[in-house]
């Protein structure tokens, strides 16, 4: 059963903007058709309102789509446009005041204070890279030089009498969709669309291209048993298992469908074999910051180190430790003698599996009878343990 904080979390703030999306999109197709308006404010609402309010919502809702992709980032300037659109989603459905428009309008409502409330959650800038910034700035220097010379040019042109008229040609040129429903009636306007063409389409291009490379890129990553950045933004209240190793995948089992978690390993083999078994994974040293940082080890419940290294995991345990002090770490000592090493490195419980094993196997050797209850009964309280 979900929790209060299920419904109150990172998980919450981008499924109900997703929905309000969603809604908002379908009422304003709707609204736009011809349906009889039956809401509070039918008497007072004429159907030329209602339908520009059904259009405006459509849009409403695809600019709320791209902020849940934002909020998917964690991105700050995503949460300051949901903030922004959901109060606008809300007015949009009580203008339309038809019988689909309600649904709109409360969950617009109810999705705007769990926003409010995971504001801290959202604190990442947007991080474009050079090639995203020249390409941004290409097409919208096309789209302002394409507008500018037709509306000055506009007397030779045929249909072109507003900065609205020029900024519609210069969009459907540059696009090469090419209504034409406007065209260029002297040589001079002509070589000018020309350069529109290629200027509009070179654009274009450079811009789908550095929107298509990062696409490419989170693809190659997945293949190769990495979780993309989005699917680690959501984790939270999960696990973090430092490393891989044999005693590793019983743990595994056991997790499985019980809590979210995160296996932090630098084998990429067995990153891509985990990936294949829907097992949430990140290629990466676990003793490293960034690696942990990216699995979230600060909103973690807890961390599990449990790999044929004690070395290797004493390393992680301290990296971890250092990152989110109050993390409940619990750890496997391979060699007996490592156990007191982990404690201090900071795992707070730290089981020996060849200390406990032996110590049944030995009682089992000495007659005493229901052993093998008591290693049932060990891992029984496991289970009922919350990590």
Known sequence: MDSPRDWLGARATVVLPAAVALLSFATG??????????????????????????????????????SVVGLRRRLRLAWYLTVVLLPVSALQGLVQSSAFSLPLVVLSLVSLPTLLLNRRRFDRGL????????????LLGAQVYGTVGTYALREDFGGVQSLTDAFYFTLVTASTVGYGDVSAQSQQARLFVMSVVVLGTASFAIALGSLLGPAIEK??????????????????????????GDLTEPILDELTGQTDFVVVTPDSDVAARLQQRD??????????????????????????????????????????????????????????????????????????????????????????????????HLLDVERERDL
């Open 127 to 138: 991080d474009l890279s050079q090639t995203q910034l020249a390409a941004g700035a290409a």
């Open 219 to 244: 693809r190659f990553s997945e293949v190769l048993g990495n979780m993309t950045d989005a699917q680690l933004d959501l984790l939270e209240d999960h696990i973090v298992v430092l490393g891989y």
């Open 279 to 376: 097992v949430a994974v990140l290629t990466a040293d676990p003793s490293d910051e960034d690696p942990l940082l990216r699995a979230g080890i600060e909103d973690a419940s807890a961390a599990v180190a449990a790999t044929n290294d004690d070395a290797q995991d004493a390393l992680a345990i301290l990296t971890a430790n250092n990152l989110n002090p109050e993390l409940t770490i619990v750890a496997a000592a391979t060699d007996r003698e490592n156990v007191e090493k982990l404690r201090r490195a900071g795992a707070d419980t730290v089981i020996s599996p060849a200390v406990i094993g032996g110590h049944l196997l030995v009682q089992s050797a000495l007659g005493r009878e229901g052993m093998e209850n008591v290693a049932d």
């Open 29 to 66: 197709v709707v609204n736009i058709t011809d349906v009889t308006i039956a809401g509070p404010l039918a008497e007072y609402v004429p159907r030329s309102i209602q339908r520009t309010a059904g259009f405006t919502g459509a849009l409403t809702g695809f600019s709320l789509l791209v």
